[in-house]
């Protein structure tokens, strides 16, 4: 397992689209943190677009590159190797990748800037949402035979997780402001890791105090270390559940 | 060695393999022959685990190759169209199956890397290689490992007649040494003095697996093209 992540890594790094990638986060945050004069104010400015990149090039890059390397998974499967070896070190590959490329080109700058609870808050939540998103955009790739179909599916799970499900929640929201819908708000962001891993954040911030009542539910909930707990478990079954998905399809792949 | 029981597979409402069943033994050469689209390639894949096959089973050396993986080091495969990662190098590609395999356990057999003149090139990406090197590099990968069993799948195609002579010398002596030989190829002509065995497919279902000799008898025919013309015709 170890020899063919090796290999997928060398490949990745040889691709440099992931080092582009960590160039433009290191720009992006540093330049954020010198333009506020109040670097706990450029956190949040940075936690805004971290929330969109982030998710959007761990969905791009590593399902173009599941097709990119079907050779590669072809040539594997006819070698004495498992098939779950394989697809579990592809799935490592990207996802250290993936995650080393935020450490460095985020997690760095946050550390310098702003070492606090937050920060670290912010850290952990940007690697484990470029796990996540690995997992699904695999589970897409693995799914949709034609290379097309399967990055349309993944721009789609991008619109879906950043702009269409806030859009849902609102109208819910709207249509049912009569009724209490706090408790039942809490337990819908479990289904949108971005919009967890913000509000994780965003209670660590002094901001909190201004989303009024729901925020107070919020921090009634998420402030608690039980919160905490189930949060974090929600997000790494966000992680296994897609891996588990895509790895039973591709034991059965016909290649 | 290998050996096929009502082995189906459909894609879609197509039936790509219908109930095929064969017995491969050791130290024979069988020749897979059948006209495009009769389901020899989706044979050769299932047989490798490539491809999963709906119904019946497949076993080597008496264990069902289904929940095994294992039994790969024992087949060297060589694909119709070798498809390679097109970043790395003919070199690179070497090393890794070598490393993939480990090292320590093959004899290794470079004969094929030296005659095909590949170990002067090893610095080339395999992007810029043409199909006939391509060809090269897969013949070189399915013998490099000393396996008891060869799959080879359209092997000569591509190759210039220097590299095609190359290659089937390799195969005799290879076969002289009591291994498997599964090969498929469309040029009949070639066949005639390397194979014992002919395995006769049509639109996925399997018409006769025969000794040569049988073959020719049963034909009156010298040449496997005639008596394979003859039985097509029929």
Redesign the interface.
């Known amino acids: 397992m170890k ?2 992540i090796k ?1 997928v890594i060398i ?1 990745i790094l ?2 440099k689209i992931v080092l582009a990638y960590t160039a433009f986060l290191l720009l992006i945050s540093i330049s954020i943190f010198n333009l506020e004069d109040n670097s706990a104010k450029g956190l949040l400015s940075l936690l805004n677009i971290i929330l969109i990149i982030v998710p959007l090039v761990s969905l791009l890059f590593p399902a173009i590159y599941v097709y990119n ?4 998974l ?10 779950k070896t394989i697809w579990l070190s592809l799935f490592w590959g990207l996802a250290v990748s993936m995650s080393c490329a935020f450490f460095v080109g985020a997690g760095i700058p946050i550390l310098l800037f702003q070492a606090t609870a937050t920060g670290f808050m912010m850290l952990g939540a940007g690697l484990i949402l470029s796990v996540i998103f690995v997992a699904l955009a695999m589970l897409a790739a693995v799914i949709a035979r034609d290379k097309a179909k399967g990055i349309g599916v993944v721009i789609l799970l991008w619109l879906y997780f950043s702009v269409i499900f806030d859009g849902l929640i609102l109208f819910i929201l709207f249509q049912f402001a009569d009724y209490p819908l706090e408790k039942m708000m809490v337990a819908a962001t479990a289904f949108n890791p971005i919009d967890l891993s913000r509000i994780l954040i965003l209670l660590k911030m002094d901001v909190a105090a201004l989303m009024g009542y729901t925020g107070a539910i919020f921090k009634d909930f998420f402030g608690t270390q039980m919160g905490l707990i189930i949060s974090f478990l929600v997000l790494v079954i966000w992680m296994i559940i897609p891996t588990w998905l895509s790895l039973r399809k591709f034991k ?4 | 060695m290998i050996i096929a029981s009502n082995v189906s597979k459909k894609f879609g409402k197509l039936k790509v393999l219908d109930n095929i069943t064969v017995n491969c033994t050791k130290g024979e050469c069988i020749a897979l022959i059948g006209p495009n689209g009769c389901g020899k390639t989706t044979f050769i894949k299932s047989i490798l685990g490539m491809v999963v096959c709906d119904s019946g089973f497949i076993t080597f050396n008496g264990k069902n190759i289904k929940h095994d993986w294992k039994y790969r080091e024992k087949i060297g495969y060589m694909p119709q169209i070798g498809r390679y990662p097109d970043n790395m190098t003919i070199g690179q590609v070497l090393n890794m199956m070598k490393d993939i395999r480990g090292k320590k356990n093959f004899i290794l057999d470079e004969e094929l890397i030296n005659k095909f003149g590949l170990d002067e090139m090893l610095g080339k990406r395999m992007r810029t290689l043409s199909g006939g090197t391509r060809q090269k590099v897969s013949a070189a990968l399915a013998f490099l490992f000393n396996p008891d069993v060869l799959i080879l799948d359209e092997p000569t195609a591509g190759l210039d007649p220097v590299a095609s002579e190359i290659l089937k010398e390799k195969i005799n002596t290879e076969k002289n040494k009591g291994k498997l030989i599964l090969i498929t190829s469309h040029i009949l002509s070639e066949l005639d003095d390397l194979v014992t065995q002919v395995i006769y497919m049509q639109e996925g279902k399997l018409w006769f697996h025969k000794s040569i000799s049988d073959l020719k008898e049963d034909t009156g025919e010298e040449k496997l093209s005639r008596a394979i013309a003859k039985v097509m015709t029929q």
């Open positions: 020899k063919i290999y490949d040889r691709n390397s079907s050779e590669f072809e040539l594997l499967v006819s070698q004495p190797l498992k098939r059965h792949k016909d290649l």
